[in-house]
């Protein structure tokens, strides 16, 4: 399958700091990226649908100036946490597909944790 | 509305034994369902998926899964487990054929033991 890429991992970052997380999608170019979230012992929850070139639609209950999203290229969205609380920690987890009837792949995750 | 219910956050079978995860589906629309399994420090990978053309579902290392409309049910096996086959397993449910908007279930961690 197509490969997906986030980075960083894992990243500790201080209250009221800002963190950027990258999907990239390595061999194929992604219409569209999808951007989840996974609490402890809990599902992963869609945030936001983003389409290159165009605003992010985000889901209900998201908060779209905390969670900046930007598709700028068809291998690149960014999901940016500004003034980052300790809520914040948690498992990011983007998806990108090619478009059409295809298959969305995902990348490894994102552990955020918020000191 | 939907939604996925997996019951069992942990199950655990020797190797060799058969593997049966659980997952129960609320939908008001005929749903799309799917089976992912996640490996330590790596993404989602899909395993398979049903999009209404057959019941019984094969997926890659010889999983499947059955729809059962009845029972709202679409439970993952495997005949005989492997060490392997140690990871997170997620179902999860869509209005789409596509795997956009995907609702998942919690989860469910298998273990292997030898």
């Known amino acids: 399958g197509a490969v997906v890429s986030q980075h960083p991992s894992r990243v500790i970052c201080k209250s009221g700091t800002s963190v950027k997380i990258e999907c990239r999608s390595l061999?194929?170019?992604?219409?569209?990226m999808f951007w989840y979230r996974q609490f402890p012992k809990k599902s992963l929850m869609l945030m936001a649908t983003?389409?290159?070139?165009?605003?992010?639609?985000?889901e209900q209950g998201v908060e779209k100036d905390k969670f900046l999203i930007n598709h700028a290229s068809l291998t690149l969205s960014t999901l940016t946490v500004t003034s980052a609380h300790p809520e914040d920690s948690s498992f990011y987890i983007c998806?990108?597909?090619?478009?059409?009837?295809?298959?969305?792949?995902f990348g490894q995750g994102t552990r955020l944790t918020v000191v | 509305a939907q939604s996925v219910t997996q019951l069992g956050s942990h199950v655990s079978v020797s190797e060799g034994a058969l593997v049966l995860l659980r997952c129960n589906y609320s939908?008001?629309?005929?749903?799309?369902l799917f089976w992912y399994v996640q490996y330590p420090n790596q993404g989602l990978q899909l395993l398979l998926k049903y999009t209404s053309a057959a019941t019984l579902v094969k997926g890659i290392n010889g999983f499947e899964a059955e729809f059962k409309k009845s029972e709202t049910s679409f439970h993952l096996t495997k005949p005989s487990a492997h060490m392997s086959d140690a990871a997170e397993y997620f179902c999860?449910?869509?209005?789409?054929?596509?795997?956009?908007?995907?609702?998942f279930g919690t989860g469910t961690r298998l273990q292997v033991f030898p």
């Open positions: 998806s990108a597909e090619a478009g059409g009837d295809t298959e969305a792949f």
């Open positions: 061999d194929f170019q992604a219409t569209t």
């Open positions: 999860a449910v869509s209005r789409s054929y596509n795997t956009d908007k995907l609702i």
């Open positions: 939908s008001s629309v005929p749903p799309y």
């Open positions: 983003s389409n290159e070139g165009s605003k992010a639609t985000y």
